[in-house]
């Protein structure tokens, strides 16, 4: 008896699991969505935006790396999924929270950081662009 309960259980269960995984399966009329894949210029990237959040404490400085992560991760997939870059990482200390972005052109790459990070919680304070990681920034904004 407990034999043929447990086969008409797993029956049940096969059955059950048949009908869920269909349920998830496009039709035939549907079709895939379009991956876009990033289109990635040739050579090195070589160009930077860096976004400050300068609070003046290290402490508000951790916090904004804690309110902003969901904001780099949005800046960082627009960045690549247009191919333009992607973040570079981050870093605090002396008071500011500090986002670097690299990529192949930072004019462009800002056109796409800059609607991004203006619905952040926090408002950056300066940004910097640099044509060189060895030289000086070829331009600043501050707000």
Not at 41 to 54: L, N, Q, S, T
């Amino acid at each position: 008896m407990k034999r043929l309960l447990l086969v008409a259980i797993a029956a049940a269960v096969a059955a059950a699991l048949t009908g869920c995984v269909t349920l998830f399966l496009p039709s035939e009329s549907e079709s895939a969505p379009e991956i876009r894949e990033p289109q990635i210029p040739a050579g090195e990237p070589e160009d930077w935006v860096i976004v400050f959040y300068e609070s003046g404490s290290d402490d508000e400085a951790m916090a904004a790396m804690d309110a902003l992560l969901d904001t780099e991760l949005a800046a960082d997939e627009a960045l690549v999924a247009d191919g333009l870059g992607w973040i570079d990482g981050n870093e605090f200390g002396q008071g500011s929270y500090d986002l670097y972005f690299i990529g192949y052109d930072h004019d462009e790459m800002w056109a796409v950081l800059e609607p991004i990070l203006a619905t952040a919680p926090l408002k950056w304070t300066r940004v910097e662009f640099w044509d060189d990681p060895d030289g000086e920034a070829t331009a600043e904004l501050t707000q």
